[in-house]
């Protein structure tokens, strides 16, 4: 019997939503026993998210939502990078994991707006603490380097704050659901130095290098891409207005 892997991901509205979880879920569906935790950057949960997680094939799912807080929302004259995204979404995905003790499995947060190899789930199943690989398009590289062999990390081949204990993207690892079990205060925050969110959830649950299980093919293959999505061009809104058309609602 295969262990349960929980993908967690948060999502918020914007024109390109449906189109993200559409694509993920096309992703999702080839995975055996997974459990999708969708977690809506909401006051209340949307029919969008609703219909298009229930529709696509994957059959195991949860819809949760929970707000971002006023002020920890991106200004608009702020850049894209500024504040951390996510966190009361994925720190709720957490305590809904946590909520059943007996719960087994392994945690994989994985954002909407990524690119997942299928192959990605195989190696994130077999994680018995901490699972690591290398993503590619994060800290400024092609990918950000992981020095591995034999199955252990003996490095990192990163140029953004070298620093950091784990130089790592959250598309980057995967946890052992025991060790959210064993360290119940483990969770994000909004008051966090940027790039350092991994870090702080990877030492709050106690974990030191020498825990990390080293996989794709001891760090060798790329199988998830720090994609972002182009806002899509709605700058002709007011050109039809004028023409005296409206478009007919849609699904979607
Ligand atoms: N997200 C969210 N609320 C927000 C912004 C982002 O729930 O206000 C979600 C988003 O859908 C994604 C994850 O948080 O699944 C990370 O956001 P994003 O991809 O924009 O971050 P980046 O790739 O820039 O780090
Ligand atoms: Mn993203």
Redesign the pocket.
Known sequence: ILPTIYVV????KRPEQRAELTRLCNTLARVPAIHWLVVE?ADSPSSLVADTIGNCGVLSYTHLYVA?PEDE??KSTEP??WRP??VR?RNLAFEWLRNDPSRTGVMYIA???NTYDVRLFDEIRATRRVSVWPVAFAGGLLYEGIRCAHGRVLGWIVAFKPHRQFPLDMAGFAINLQLLHERPAAKLAYKVERGFQESLLLTSLGVRQSDLEARANDCSRILVW?T?TAPPKLNNVALLAERGLTLPPVIG
């Open positions: 991901t948060a999502t918020y950057d971002t929302k991106l894209y990078w995204k996510g979404q954002d909407d707006d720090h972002r």
